[in-house]
């Protein structure tokens, strides 16, 4: 594929291979960052396309300075970027009030998409759309995969906050009743009065459900909240 870009004169750097290859960066970060717009996530449409038209503009800057200066590694500003990128990833990582991480995601795909804004930068054409193709496939089909195998996978981890502690004793029992076995249970929150914090680690029986445990704790008395991790 690199050899038909080449054959149409867009691999060697100059004002319309500039254009091309950043309008590439801002077209495939601009789509990438409208999946994260539309799940109403803090990085979205102009996060994702910044991104990715600066790590581009590094990526020729590196190129440029090498066609000037002579000798200087053109990749040597594209490494920063790798890793300089890593500070806005955590920025999207979060820690909710109930325990549950967010931003892995967005985190991991801000960084994907500044390796591709390297990748068209430096005239690596082929590798930015086939890596365009993947992340969108990652983000939307994979996102999917990824439900369907904790829907019908038997396990599951639910963060659980009681009203008081002596609750805790008769929801041992409830759940021993409903036929819910228990793996592995982890307090994150203490006190001897209200809001203890739980996190419990379920093996689930053939025919129950996520979505039926989930409710099924919820409505147990001594239960203020319930939501699966």
């Known amino acids: 594929m690199n050899q038909w870009f080449e054959s149409i004169g867009l691999m060697e750097l100059s004002d319309i291979t500039v254009i091309v290859r950043l309008a590439l960066a801002a077209f495939a970060g601009g789509v990438l960052g409208l999946e994260r717009t539309r ?14 038209i600066g790590a581009a503009v590094v990526s020729m800057t590196g190129l440029f300075a090498r066609e000037r200066l002579g000798g200087t590694d053109p990749v040597r500003l594209s490494a920063q970027v790798i890793s300089g990128i890593g500070f806005i990833g955590a920025g999207a990582i979060m820690m909710t009030g109930y325990h549950k991480v967010k931003g892995l995601t967005t985190a991991a795909s801000l960084w994907a998409s500044a390796c591709l804004g390297i990748a068209a930068g430096i005239g690596f054409y082929s590798g930015a759309l086939i890596m365009f193709v993947l992340i969108i496939f990652v983000m939307l089909i994979g996102e999917r995969l990824q439900d369907r195998y904790e829907s019908i996978t038997k396990r599951m981890r639910a963060f659980v906050m009681f009203k008081e502690r002596e609750a805790v004793r008769s929801f041992l029992i409830f759940l021993r009743d409903n036929g819910i076995e228990i793996n592995d249970i982890d307090e994150i929150s203490g006190g001897t009065g209200l809001n203890l914090g739980m996190i419990f680690m379920f093996k689930l029986k053939e025919k129950q459900s996520h979505e039926e445990i989930i409710k099924m704790i919820g409505g147990f008395e001594g239960v203020d909240f319930a939501e699966e991790l």
Do not use: E, N, Q, S
């Not at 799940?39 to 990715?52: D, H, I």
């Open 39 to 52: 799940k109403k996530r803090a990085a979205g449409l102009r996060t994702y396309m910044l991104v990715c």
